[in-house]
């Protein structure tokens, strides 16, 4: 669908519980720019080689860009780049991360891993389940280029005379780019602002000690003073709106008052995985637990850092956190 002159919008089914994502195709002399790309599996590839005749007209792609490296976004953009042989277009954090991750999980479970959702709270049996299931990571996102063109935070880009400006995000993953026309006032979003989903903030065996819950409140400042409010919101899922900094606000306030209420639930000495009840409206069962986990872990870990929490290790090495 056009969303405006020179920009499509394509849906495309996801084999989860979140069951589509929004592409952008952005009209480049010669061709199109494919902005995210979905997973890698066989379906999204039918969808593309019809998009390819459809929507961009057997007009080849120009370049690939993936606003951050979660599976949905680059998962076939390494796919793409060769089909197309042009370059690959992502924040350095974003298109490391997403070549360390996918190398990672191509070999045996991390030992760090392990330890990390140890200390976290997991029993014996939910660690099996997390050693059974590693490795989705490397399999939904396809191999990327071994170069790639960086996208810096407040560059400019220029496609078919009309600009776009990087403006960069951070929390939800390490570097995420959204676009930004200005002269439109039209913002692809990627993950980083979405209409009606919060998107996960969560701490990673990577980085066990990495605050990415102040890197998104930080976020929130920096688009509300970077962004009008009537701006055209273009996000990954849902539909686009109007209407930004009611949205941003939304989304602050739901990790404020989640905090709230975990200081409320540590009246007693709590692992991370005791305090799903206080965060979440749902269940946490098999499917949802690791990230469930993550999301808690970046709640506690932020309150340790403003000093309202402390951390201590049992004999088993498990992580109990209490109020100062
Ligand atoms: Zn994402």
């Not at 690939?64 to 992502?90: K, N, Q, S, Y």
């Not at 049996?125 to 490397?138: I, S």
């Not at 006032?185 to 605050?211: C, H, M, R």
Request: glycine share 6%; proline share 6%; with cysteine.
């Amino acid at each position: 669908m056009a969303m405006a002159d020179g920009i499509t919008w394509l849906r495309m089914p996801l084999p989860m519980s979140l069951n589509h994502i929004n592409l952008w195709l952005l009209r480049d002399s010669g061709g199109w720019v494919i902005v995210d790309t979905g997973v890698d599996i066989p379906a999204s590839r039918d969808v593309w080689r019809s998009t390819f005749a459809t929507a961009m007209r057997n007009e080849p792609a120009t370049h690939v860009i993936a606003t951050h490296l979660h599976p949905d976004h680059a998962g076939c953009a390494g796919w793409l780049v060769r089909e197309f042989d042009v370059d690959l277009w992502m924040t350095r954090e974003e298109y490391m991360l997403c070549r360390v991750l996918a190398g990672d999980t191509r070999d045996n479970v991390p030992e760090e891993a392990i330890r990390f959702y140890r200390e976290a709270g997991f029993n014996d049996a939910q660690l099996a389940l997390y050693r059974k299931n590693f490795g989705l990571f490397g399999k939904v996102v396809g191999e990327l280029p071994k170069s790639y063109r960086r996208m810096r935070d407040g560059e400019r880009l220029t496609f078919a005379g009309q600009v776009w400006e990087v403006v960069v995000g951070r929390g939800h993953s390490p570097e995420h780019a959204c676009l930004y026309d200005r002269d439109r006032n039209i913002l692809i979003s990627g993950d980083q602002i979405l209409p009606t989903i919060s998107p996960n903030v969560s701490v990673w065996p990577t980085e066990p000690l990495a605050d990415p819950l102040r890197e998104w409140f930080e976020s929130i400042d920096k688009l509300e003073k970077a962004l009008p409010e009537d701006v055209l919101v273009l996000p990954a899922h849902g539909k686009p709106f109007r209407g930004a900094h009611v949205r941003l606000e939304q989304l602050r306030k739901e990790h404020t008052d989640n905090l709230d209420k975990l200081l409320e639930r540590l009246r007693e000495p709590l692992r991370a995985v005791d305090v799903f009840d206080a965060l979440f409206n749902s269940s946490i069962n098999d499917g949802n637990r690791v990230m469930a986990t993550g999301e808690a872990l970046s709640h506690l870990t932020y309150l340790r850092n403003t000093g309202d929490l402390l951390a201590e290790k049992d004999p088993q090495g498990v992580t109990w956190f209490r109020r100062t």
